[in-house]
């Protein structure tokens, strides 16, 4: 007989028939009441054992955390809370689990703590949810471009380019770091390492997806990305996941109507599709905001956040539109924010971001048309000469969720701009040959994908959404 999921049990109609589940125990009660899960669901299984004829060794040996095998009758439940359960009729211990010694006890652990047992904090009822939602929105990332007809394009990890010109890159090399050969100048010889050249973790793999964008039309990438950034904050990692799409015959409108669009359907499908878990984080969150004090409490459940996304369009607004907002606002007079908004060209802060979100729009809010100054050297120089044709995308809560732009497609714009930033153009002449053959308006954005996951699960930082974080001084397991 095989194994049935809990998932898939919960939804069975209760005959008397005899079924095998297998899962590790969360709690087993007056030595008659397992709860056990297998990570299918949030929802545990409840397990009824007759004590009297199950062998003392093996009663002694359910505890929390191990993994155990029940063969039973599944009937109608009785108790509160479930509608099945399973009457025991064999009980076979897998792995025991010492209950003395096992982190996880069953009770509420802070967020923090299980950060320092991310290897085992999968098997609580928080991080289940979250990693399932995190499953689904990846699914449904797939689904959406799938179905545009976009292809998925691998591109590579390690590359010799700063696509992002911001000089955030982690270095890869085979050379012994202590005693690394040298040229007659004393430089490192970059031509004895492995790949005869320095090389690097991609930071972004958006150069490559405009090659293959010029070829296919439609391409996204989905796959990890590193920055030596070194930013301590609850919204940074230095690996983190990025979907990047870009569209041949494309502008700045048609990539802020695919990124509006992707948004909202993966919401909408996380939502439909991660219903339970959902629920529980919103649940999660509404019991944490009853700790805060009154006026710190959001107007939003999360389901509402979520619907409210849905259900409104994005504001979509210029930089030099928000720029006027945020100068005149409160609180850039009262000196409220950290950086205060004063002269046209400053760098927007997440705290402006958020005013503009959460105070201003109380909606999401695309911003485009950027100071060319504070933005990448690829992004399409707008008539007015000041601006590019960038957008970033804002979320309540995240701040800068999207960053994308319509791409410099006239070849001597480009390297008018690479020059002036100091790019090298014969190391990116390659990039430089689609302006060359065959050139044309394109457009593209990445998507930070823990950002997305953060949104829609309602946790607050960013470390709680990826199995194992990377920043900066933590490389654990
Ligand atoms: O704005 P960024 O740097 O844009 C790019 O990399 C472009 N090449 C994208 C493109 O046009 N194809 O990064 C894009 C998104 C940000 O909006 C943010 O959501 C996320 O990636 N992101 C990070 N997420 C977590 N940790 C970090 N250190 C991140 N840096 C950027
Ligand atoms: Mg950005």
């Not at 095998?20 to 056990?36: C, D, E, Q």
């Not at 060319?372 to 050297?377: C, D, L, N």
Request: negative net charge; glycine residues 6%.
């Amino acid at each position: 007989m095989a194994r049935l999921r809990i998932k898939d049990i919960l939804k069975t109609t209760p005959t008397e028939q005899t079924i095998i589940v297998k899962g590790w125990v969360r709690t087993f009660r007056n030595n008659s009441f397992i709860a056990l899960n297998d990570g299918s669901t949030n929802n545990n299984l409840q397990i009824v054992v007759d004590f009297n004829k199950t062998p003392e060794d093996i009663l002694k040996r359910i505890t929390t955390g191990a993994a155990i095998s029940i063969t039973g009758i599944l009937v109608a439940s009785l108790g509160k809370g479930q509608s099945v359960e399973v009457k025991a009729s064999s009980i076979e211990i897998i792995g025991d689990s010492d209950a003395e010694k096992y982190p996880l006890q069953p009770k509420k652990h802070s967020l923090e703590f299980l950060r320092e047992i991310a290897h085992l904090r999968f098997r609580t009822n928080t991080f289940g949810a979250v990693f399932r939602v995190r499953n689904t929105l990846s699914f449904a990332i797939h689904q959406f471009f799938n179905e545009k007809g976009f292809l998925n394009l691998h591109s590579p990890i390690i590359t010799s380019s700063d696509a992002e010109g911001a000089g955030e890159m982690f270095h890869v090399t085979n050379f012994d770091i202590s005693n690394p050969p040298k040229d007659e100048n004393g430089q490192i010889d970059y031509k004895h390492d492995f790949f005869g050249k320095p090389a690097n973790l991609t930071v972004s793999g958006q150069l490559e997806g405009e090659l293959a964008a010029l070829a296919f039309s439609d391409i996204y990438t989905f796959g990890p990305t590193f920055r030596a950034e070194n930013s301590n904050t609850t919204r940074h990692l230095a690996e983190f996941w990025m979907i990047e799409p870009e569209m041949a015959f494309s502008d700045l409108n048609d990539n802020m109507n695919l990124a509006e669009e992707m948004l909202q359907y993966v919401i909408n499908y996380a939502l439909k599709t991660s219903h339970d878990d959902i629920e529980f984080l919103n649940q999660r969150l509404l019991e944490e905001e009853k700790q805060k004090p009154q006026n710190e409490r959001s107007e939003f459940s999360l389901i509402e956040k979520l619907n409210f996304c849905l259900e409104n369009n994005f504001e979509r607004i210029t930089y030099s539109q928000a720029f006027d907002i945020l100068r005149e606002c409160n609180y850039n007079k009262k000196k409220k924010f950290n950086y205060l908004i004063d002269k046209w060209g400053v760098d927007l802060q997440s705290e402006h971001e958020r005013y503009l979100v959460e105070k201003h729009f109380k909606k999401p809010v695309i911003l485009i048309d950027y100071p060319k100054e504070i933005k990448s050297f690829y992004m399409r120089q707008n008539d007015d000469g000041k601006t590019v044709a960038a957008m970033d995308i804002l979320f309540p809560g995240i701040g800068e969720i999207v960053g994308g732009s319509q791409r410099e497609e006239r070849l001597e714009k480009l390297e008018t701009r690479m020059d002036e930033l100091g790019i090298p153009k014969d190391e990116l002449y390659w990039y430089l040959d689609t302006r060359r053959f065959g050139s044309c308006p394109h457009a593209g954005f990445g998507l930070g994908f823990e950002r997305l996951v953060l949104f829609v699960t309602g946790m607050t930082n960013i470390r709680d959404v990826i199995p194992f974080p990377r920043t900066p001084k933590n490389c654990e397991f």
